[in-house]
Nanobody, 122 residues
Framework: QVELLESGGGSVQAGGSLSLSCAAS??????MAWFRQAPGKEREGVAAIQCDGSATYRDSVRGRFTVSKDDVKTILHLQMDNLKPEDTAIYYC??????????????????WGQGTQVTVSS
């Protein structure tokens, strides 16, 4: 059985930092990603590590967030610095069954974590 288990998150003031981790069990993944969903908004891609090892970010977090992956343990990390109130959302870890996908296409992801809350106050 494949599971993605997120940890981290919490509450912080604007300008602060938080880190998230996602541990995969049941299989390994070359491509893993973080998505987020704010109240009343659609789920959106935040960052991903693709199968070739490259990192991809949505424009609004580039330069503030850093995504990394431990291939030995299949753990995906997201370091979030200089957080802003608009970063407040539930953050989800996700993984597709195959590589070579559009990284922020939700429908391409077969596996999802349960989500972890990130709250940034102004």
């Amino acid at each position: 059985q494949v599971e993605l288990l997120e940890s981290g998150g919490g509450s912080v003031q604007a300008g602060g930092s938080l880190s998230l981790s996602c541990a995969a069990s049941g299989r390994t993944f070359g491509h893993m990603a973080w998505f987020r969903q704010a109240p009343g908004k659609e789920r959106e891609g935040v960052a991903a590590i693709q199968c070739d090892g490259s990192a991809t970010y949505r424009d609004s977090v580039r330069g503030r967030f850093t995504v990394s992956k431990d291939d030995v343990k299949t753990i995906l990390h997201l370091q979030m610095d200089n957080l802003k109130p608009e970063d407040t959302a539930i953050y989800y870890c996700a993984a597709p069954s195959t590589c070579s996908i559009t990284w922020d296409a939700l429908e391409k992801y077969s596996y999802w974590g349960q989500g972890t809350q990130v709250t940034v106050s102004s």
